[in-house]
């Protein structure tokens, strides 16, 4: 049985998030790191972790204030962890995860653990942040890493791009995301799986239009407790991402229409195409062979077929058979600016000129598969980013390189949404930050 963040040892859990964080700093992505870690440690080393990470430009500005010289990187990082856990509460009636002479002790626990020699410096540098905690916090808010926990050149884009809203959308970024299901269309609404949970005191709040089968849970549990996962009923996927499908899908494609999932993987939206359409001609294409395991385990829970194929989908000539396809999804590779909240290490993992990089994928994949639409078609691009250079500067670009196509606004569905509780018009909690474009081809 898995052991609770309160349950597991902690200086035990303070090393491995240590180790995560570290690893995050030097570039690596968290899932993996967090893949590493023994499983009875892996559910604690998450959310501490994650708590970390959240709070990680304001544990190294108060770092810099107490201890000018860096520590070596991983007596810093065991540092910068226990910094974070200590940082005082900013939501509501939220309690600290361990009170502040427990942590301190196990920090120090730790340290004696790691790098015996730095143990009295852990513990000098934590006792004195618990006494003056208060000052040192106002004073790391004083500087754009400290107040935001975001570097400085995501904070600056986001402020160019979103000037009314950028302060928001940091602040949003640093909650914790809701759970949303996905209640499987042809076998169960919305409405009655959230009696069903309730019945086994699970409380869900249904979303409703544009989202009808979307429904948040108040606090989030193991897909284990969730009744008919296993046999395909309900799925994990936040309300912005189930746009996509029925985006594409419109009021119904032909029967047997060929639709391309371009960038499948991990597949939801995949298995939600054909939730609504069963009879769909699906091909699902990922350049990573191993993240279509992924796709391929969705389809089997939900007992779903498509045609799985691992290729660039900007190099057409390996992959494509010469048939025009009726309907494409392309959920374009991104920066994930918009699914922080799910992602903490991502605003770390990323530097000022990946966007841009990023953007020229994103132009050469809407040029590579703009020509296998057939005429008539629909197109549906997707990223999960905020950024305008992956949004509607990306599309603005692509109509002008591409007259003939042409662009439909859908209230609720296209353009940027934003991780905030007014995105597209729906209920609080807010949905993940995404942009979609709906093109057709004369």
Not at 131 to 157: C, M, Q, T, Y
Not at 337 to 342: A, E, F, K, L, Q
Not at 376 to 389: E, I, P, Q
């Amino acid at each position: 049985m898995s052991q609770s963040p309160q349950s597991a040892p902690l200086h035990r859990l303070l090393l491995q998030a240590a180790d995560a964080v570290q690893g995050v700093r030097e570039g690596r992505s968290l899932t993996d790191l967090l893949a590493r870690v023994p499983a009875e440690l892996r559910p604690g080393t998450q959310a501490l972790a994650f708590t970390a990470l959240r709070r990680l430009g304001g544990a190294e500005a108060v770092r810099q204030q107490l201890a000018p010289k860096a520590p070596p990187p991983r007596v810093d990082a065991l540092l910068l962890v226990a910094l974070a856990l200590l940082w005082p509460e900013t939501e509501p009636g939220a309690a600290p995860m361990y009170a502040d002479h427990t942590l301190v002790d196990q920090a120090v626990h730790a340290a004696k653990t790691r790098a015996p020699a730095s143990a009295a410096f852990i513990n000098a540098v934590l006792r004195r942040f618990v006494r003056e905690r208060d000052a040192l916090v106002a004073a790391a808010g004083r500087s754009p890493l400290g107040a935001f926990n975001h570097p400085a050149w995501w904070i600056e884009k986001l402020r160019q791009d979103w000037p009314a809203q950028w302060q928001a959308i940091l602040t949003a970024n640093n909650r914790p995301p809701p759970m949303t299901l996905r209640v499987h269309a042809r076998r169960a609404t919305a409405a009655a799986y959230a009696e069903r949970l309730a019945g086994l005191g699970i409380a869900a709040q249904v979303l409703g239009a544009p989202t009808p089968q979307a429904l948040v849970l108040d606090k989030p549990v193991p897909v284990s407790a969730l009744p008919g996962f296993a046999e395909g009923l309900v799925s994990v996927q936040d309300a912005a991402a189930q746009l996509a499908a029925p985006l594409l899908v419109g009021a119904g494609l032909k029967p047997g229409a060929r639709v391309l999932d371009a960038c499948a993987a991990p597949g939801g939206k995949t298995a939600h195409l054909l939730e609504l359409q069963p009879d769909l001609q699906l091909t699902a294409l990922d350049a990573d062979a191993q993240r279509l395991t992924r796709v391929q385990d969705n389809l089997n829970r939900l007992g779903q077929t498509a045609t799985l194929r691992s290729a660039d989908a900007r190099q057409t000539a390996a992959w494509w058979d010469g048939r025009p396809f009726d309907a494409i999804l392309l959920d374009a590779p991104c920066s994930a600016s918009g699914i922080v909240r799910r992602h903490p290490d991502v605003r770390w993992l990323r530097r000022p000129d990946d966007i841009a990089a990023l953007a020229r994928i994103q132009a050469e994949l809407l040029d590579a598969l703009w020509p296998l639409l057939a005429p008539g078609g629909r197109l549906v691009y997707a990223t999960c980013s905020v950024f305008r250079a992956e949004g509607q500067a990306q599309l603005d670009a692509f109509l002008q390189r591409q007259p003939e196509a042409k662009s439909h606004a859908v209230p609720g569905f296209t353009g940027h949404l934003l991780p905030l509780a007014d995105n597209a018009a729906q209920p609080s909690p807010p949905l993940d930050g995404f942009f979609y474009a709906l093109l057709t081809k004369p």
